[in-house]
């Protein structure tokens, strides 16, 4: 319960800081160009809100008199109101004369006002659209370089992992073998491991390994791989070999009962010998399967597994085990990792340094999750769509400041590029149709508008219903 309740904290204020940021986007170029905005809530408040106040500091700002409250106690419009709403799924801003969610179709049948969205020329309505999805990207690049400058950047060079890595078997019908170290791809060096590894390695036609000190090149077929394959199969393609010691035991789980020990070795699960995580985890990945279906009896007799464990505290003695995994095949141990076997390198960055580092790591990560959302169109894409619940399991189970920046980063950059995909409803569709307007010079008419915005609600509202129901398949797996 305590992991859930960090995770939920860290991905609400994530999510809370990139909603209002994003809705103050739109704030801002409609109040630049004399647009009422009526509506300022984080999260939605159908029926009920948590709290909400109106207030006039824009005219305030721009040094004009605050306006004055009438005999009954109203302003003479409503000017903002300011909010936050009980349904977490986002946030929005009302502005005056605009076809949104709210389906005003009183206002909008109403004679146009000077300063309402729809009265303003088409250049500044597009900004107003497109303000949300600037301030997501250009918040994500200031973070990352944010980041560089407070925590620098902390890498294990590729080459000094000597354990090397493991390979599954149709990396190793190309060519690949157990220890060798990728260092190149189509003559790129790699600096350290990590996902652009991959995404390099899926493209190239020719991949340098270091093989026993020598470097040897190998020739990838023709066509490149999936990338998404190469990240979900049974073993994966490529993955740091990690012998699989202990790292920690946590308390009351099954192997801190069974007398599992930090340094100890698992050596066999259920019968199966291993030697690495790599190892241990398809293993875990096999079992998930067998489980799909099964009763309650069936699962509780197929959690009951029996391991192998070699004892850090005595030579050569290895004790058999039988413990049941918890409901996340889980027995309660964390594993080691990289930097209890190799040296990372730390780089520091000055403010002037970190802020076009931090722009250019902002723009690659940008560029491989563009590259990647290919694959939400094959068949195990598409169940890898998830909502808050994927999202929120990206968070650390204990609170890092880093980390959470990071994903921060990420879910800005995330949320910038979906908002912009031209779906009626989405920011991206209005500015799609303000562009068509700017091009031919002639406005939508507004029941067009209309069954628009309702045409990409419904495939929103579609979208969501199926990232949850995978969020839900996953947990109750």
């Not at 939605?44 to 005999?71: A, C, H, I, M, V």
């Not at 199966?272 to 099964?294: C, F, H, M, N």
């Not at 890898?384 to 994903?407: C, H, K, N, Y």
Request: net charge neutral; glycine share 8%; aromatic share 14%.
């Amino acid at each position: 319960m305590e992991i859930f309740l960090i995770r939920a904290a860290q991905l609400i204020l994530c999510l809370s800081i990139l909603i209002v940021l994003h809705e103050g986007g739109h704030f801002f170029f409609a109040k630049l160009f004399g647009i009422r905005v009526e509506k300022f809530f984080l999260f939605f408040d159908w029926k009920f809100r948590f709290f909400s106040t109106y207030s006039n500091w824009w005219r305030r700002l721009r040094g004009k008199e605050p306006l004055q409250k009438d005999e009954k106690g109203n302003y003479p419009y409503v000017g903002t109101e300011y909010g936050i709403g009980w349904i977490p799924l986002g946030g929005y801003v009302k502005i005056s004369g605009m076809i949104d969610e709210s389906m005003d179709r009183d206002q909008m049948q109403q004679q146009p006002q000077p300063w309402e969205f729809r009265t303003k020329p088409a250049w500044q309505r597009l900004l107003v659209m497109l303000g949300g999805v600037m301030v997501n990207f250009v918040l994500a690049l200031l973070i990352y370089s944010a980041i560089l400058f407070t925590w620098g950047e902390s890498y294990i060079p590729i080459r000094d992992m000597n354990m090397g890595f493991t390979y599954n078997e149709k990396a190793q019908t190309i060519g690949f073998r157990n220890g060798d170290i990728p260092i190149s791809a189509d003559g790129e060096d790699f600096r350290d491991y990590n996902t652009d590894v991959l995404r390099s390695i899926s493209t190239a036609h020719e991949v340098t390994v270091l093989r026993d000190g020598k470097e040897v090149r190998i020739h990838m077929p023709d066509g490149g791989q999936s990338l998404l394959e190469m990240l979900q199969g049974e073993r994966p393609f490529i993955a740091p070999y990690l012998p699989s010691v202990v790292d920690t035991v946590m308390p009351d789980t099954p192997a801190d009962k069974q007398g599992i020990a930090k340094g100890d070795r698992i050596v066999a699960f259920n019968g199966k010998p291993i030697d690495s995580w790599t190892d241990y985890d398809v293993q875990i990945r096999q079992l998930s399967q067998s489980l799909e279906g099964a009763t309650t009896n069936d699962s509780l007799r197929k959690r009951t597994v029996t391991i192998a464990v070699l004892k850090a505290d005595s030579a050569g003695r290895c004790d058999s085990l039988t413990l049941v995994l918890n409901s996340e095949l889980q027995m309660g141990i964390g594993k080691t990792y990289a930097l209890r076997y190799y040296k990372a390198v730390k780089e520091e960055y000055g403010l002037l340094e970190s802020i076009p580092k931090g722009f250019s790591y902002g723009v690659k990560v940008f560029c491989g999750y563009v590259s990647d959302l290919k694959y939400l169109f094959t068949k195990e894409g598409a169940k890898s769509v998830g909502s808050f619940g994927a999202i929120g399991s990206m968070f650390p189970t204990s609170w890092d400041w880093q980390r959470f920046w990071e994903l921060t980063a990420f879910i800005s950059i995330i949320l910038a590029f979906m908002n912009v995909l031209p779906i009626p409803a989405l920011d991206g569709g209005h500015a799609l149709f303000l562009i068509i307007e700017l091009v031919f010079r002639r406005k939508f008419s507004l029941k067009f508008q209309e069954r628009a915005q309702m045409i990409g609600m419904f495939i929103l509202l579609a979208l969501m219903v199926y990232a949850i129901g995978n969020d839900i398949f996953r947990f109750l797996l």
